[in-house]
Structures are given as structure tokens and as C-alpha cells.
T-cell receptor
Framework: DSGVTQTPKHLITATGQRVTLRCSPR?????VYWYQQSLDQGLQFLIQ???????AKGNILERFSAQQFPDLHSELNLSSLELGDSALYFC???????????FGQGTRLTVV | DAKTTQPPSMDCAEGRAANLPCNHS???????VYWYRQIHSQGPQYIIH???NNETNEMASLIITEDRKSSTLILPHATLRDTAVYYC???????????FGTGTSLTVIP
């Protein structure tokens, strides 16, 4: 158990819909990362937050957005969903920007 | 962009040491080498990281060459549960994302 909690574990939704994925980092960790892993694809970095502020942005679509709240949990919002958005979405956290990150078990999103 | 090169796949006999190589010839002086693994579709699991000295923890050993252009992750006694994709990542210690390339798919054979 990495200490990073992601909810829900599974999510099935229809095209055009909007969903929110939640991540609770390890206690005390200030940095949160979001990754997307499509079927048979590598892990693609989406975005990073550090203590509530956006720190780095990767290949995140404009339809996607994220935020980190004062209690340090983070949410990834995916809107106008397309079939191609079906993937595993992982959250990771680290105590500061300069340490190893620990990953949650992911949310499996299926868009039908 | 990928800064590391790893073989796409390797096999290892159960109980033997698994030695996973990684080339990072363009590594900068302030970049660390990290190793993660991903078992099936689970979340990536942190294994070990180092700068220039060899490192060992309860999971593995990391051997970094003196010129730091390559490294080897050693799983001393591989078990079937070590079958996974192993990722070698170079990252500035205060950097941002961890870039996951294609990794090495390790299969431990009974």
C-alpha cells in the first residue's frame, strides 16, 4: 500500500459526459502528479501540483483540468469525454518536488 | 523526451539474480537515476534511486557506472511476483515529472 488513495477505482460513463477523479496523497505530501495510461500505452504525464499551485503541465487536453485543494487532495476533471479517453488514470504524490513519488492504484475509466 | 534506453524484454529464472540494464549517456550532473516497476495494470511502484554511488534497499540494488552513463538494477533472488515492466528514469532531483519510457518487460520463469 503506497498510501495514495484514488477514487473511484472504476468508472463507466458515456461519451460527452464529465467525470471527476479524486486523489488523496500520502499524509504530508505536498506534490501531486496525474498520469494517463491508455491500453498498451505508456504512462503519459498530465499535470503536477505543488502545495496548491500548478507546477508543471504535460500532455493534458484542454478538456481536462485539475486542481489541488488546501487539504492537499487533488481532483482531475475530464469533460466532453470521448471513447479515446478510456484509460487508467494514476495519481502520485511526493513529499516535496525533489523526492521519489508514490503512486495510487489508479482509476480505470471506460467511456462507452 | 526519453533520456534512457532499456532492452524491451528480458527473462530470468526464478531464484536467480535479475540484472536489468539502462543506458543514460546524456545524464547531467544533477540528475538522479530512479527505478520503478509496474505489475500488470497496477500503479507504478518505486524501487530505488541514486546519484552516483551504488545503492541497496530491501527490494534491490542499483549499480551506477563511474561515468554515470549507465546503470543496472539488480533483483538478487527473482520470484514470480517480480514479473513486471521496469522503468529506468533520469530526473533532476528538484524536477517535475517522472518520464516513463517503454521500460523492460521482465518475465521470471519457474
Amino acid at each position: 500500500d503506497s498510501g495514495v488513495t484514488q477514487t473511484p477505482k472504476h468508472l463507466i460513463t458515456a461519451t460527452g459526459q464529465r467525470v471527476t477523479l479524486r486523489c488523496s496523497p500520502r499524509s504530508g505530501d505536498l506534490s501531486v502528479y496525474w498520469y494517463q495510461q491508455s491500453l498498451d500505452q505508456g504512462l503519459q504525464f498530465l499535470i503536477q501540483y505543488y502545495n496548491g499551485e500548478e507546477r508543471a503541465k504535460g500532455n493534458i487536453l484542454e478538456r481536462f483540468s485539475a486542481q489541488q485543494f488546501p487539504d492537499l487532495h487533488s481532483e482531475l476533471n475530464l469533460s466532453s469525454l470521448e471513447l479515446g479517453d478510456s484509460a487508467l488514470y494514476f495519481c502520485a504524490s511526493s513529499s516535496r518536488q525533489n523526492t521519489e513519488a508514490f503512486f495510487g492504484q489508479g482509476t480505470r475509466l471506460t467511456v462507452v | 523526451d526519453a533520456k534512457t534506453t532499456q532492452p524491451p524484454s528480458m527473462d530470468c529464472a526464478e531464484g536467480r539474480a535479475a540484472n536489468l540494464p539502462c543506458n543514460h549517456s546524456t545524464i547531467s550532473g544533477n540528475e538522479y537515476v530512479y527505478w520503478y516497476r509496474q505489475i500488470h495494470s497496477q500503479g507504478p511502484q518505486y524501487i530505488i534511486h541514486g546519484l552516483k554511488n551504488n545503492e541497496t534497499n530491501e527490494m534491490a540494488s542499483l549499480i551506477i557506472t563511474e561515468d554515470r552513463k549507465s546503470s543496472t538494477l539488480i533483483l538478487p533472488h527473482a520470484t514470480l511476483r517480480d514479473t513486471a515492466v521496469y522503468y529506468c528514469i533520469v530526473r533532476v532531483y528538484s524536477g517535475n515529472q517522472f518520464y516513463f519510457g517503454t521500460g523492460t518487460s521482465l518475465t521470471v520463469i519457474p
